[in-house]
């Protein structure tokens, strides 16, 4: 992106408000300001001093300099993140002129590095939280690493298109469009996470597989875009929102033991699921498994009820019986956690239905 300020033409990275911040200066009321780079970098819309030992937002640095007041209201929650991220340790910057990049280090450890001004990559070892809109502009992250990371808000990376490959073993939450924007992620593992709001990996066109253990409800256009997602594991899951797997074609055998509710357009373009296994299944929405001829729905609501039924049965038969004082309770719960898995081997591998 280029724009003439004062008869000199500049390449910019990003115009918020009328201030554009480029790899090396900034500019706000036709005025550039350049950087010292002996002692700052540009990441993004910020800017780090080595100095002050803390990136500040460019927009806070431009009402300061030419007294005009902060009320654009730019919000980004990488200010807090990595403010506090840094904070008290030994900080470095490293600049290298041939690919123009710079990376600063923690304790040793690199945690930001930028090319060209960008944020390419983040390596947020002690971050727990983070809090809405987290880069909502960057498009270039290529590496994103927080292995202690549980909770992210909403709008977290919400433009970002350079990720194919992300690991995060202890995130638990995420709130509204996740990455919604990202087509390229085909790697994506986060073992412990319960629960994902709207717009989840929305875009996302290239994960086959996924296992999510412990996911407990997914909200409204869950993989909304993804075709080729072939194995999808999520054995707690208890609730799908509406448009969830909407234009998946790759799925022919899905195992959900405690779903409860869909709501709308489940599955609404897959035509070649053939196992559907949901005994817990309460209620559908409209659509379901709408351009499906291989699943009857009267046959997974009966199944769903027939496996209700006989749950109740079993619920009554374990608060009645006791031998001899000896509360079986423990008992019939590792009884039915074996037969849950005997259930899911018979499930996933018996033979597709033989076609003349």
Sequence with gaps: RFKTVNGQIVKFNYDLYGILSGPDFWVYNNQIQDINKETQFI?????????????????NIACNKFNIPCDLAFKDSFINVINKEIKGKDLRMQR??????????????????TQKGLIVALNLPDTKEIGPVFLQNNKVLSSFNADNLE??????????????????????????????????????????LQKVGYNFLASNKKIKQLELNELQSADNTFLYCNKCLKY???DKLESFGNDALFYNESLDVLYVPRLKNIKNNFM?????????YAPNLQSYGENFLKNNNKISKKT????????LNAKSQNAQEISQNTVNGLDLKNYYKKLFQITEKINLAKFLHKGKPRTR
């Design 43 to 59: 990441a993004d819309y910020f800017l780090f001093d080595t100095n002050t030992k803390q990136f500040q937002n460019i927009e």
């Design 96 to 113: 290298n002129e041939i690919d123009d990049t710079v990376t600063l280090f923690a304790n040793s450890v690199p945690v930001v590095t």
């Design 151 to 192: 909770f992210v808000d909403d709008g977290f990376l919400c433009r970002n298109m350079g990720l194919t490959t992300l690991h995060l073993g202890n995130l638990k939450k995420v709130g509204n469009d996740f990455i919604v924007q990202n087509e390229n992620i085909h790697d994506f593992q986060a073992n412990k």
């Design 232 to 234: 999808l594991r999520v």
């Design 268 to 276: 609404y373009k897959n035509k070649i699921l053939y196992k559907f």
């Design 300 to 307: 997974v609501m009966n199944t769903t009820q027939s496996a």
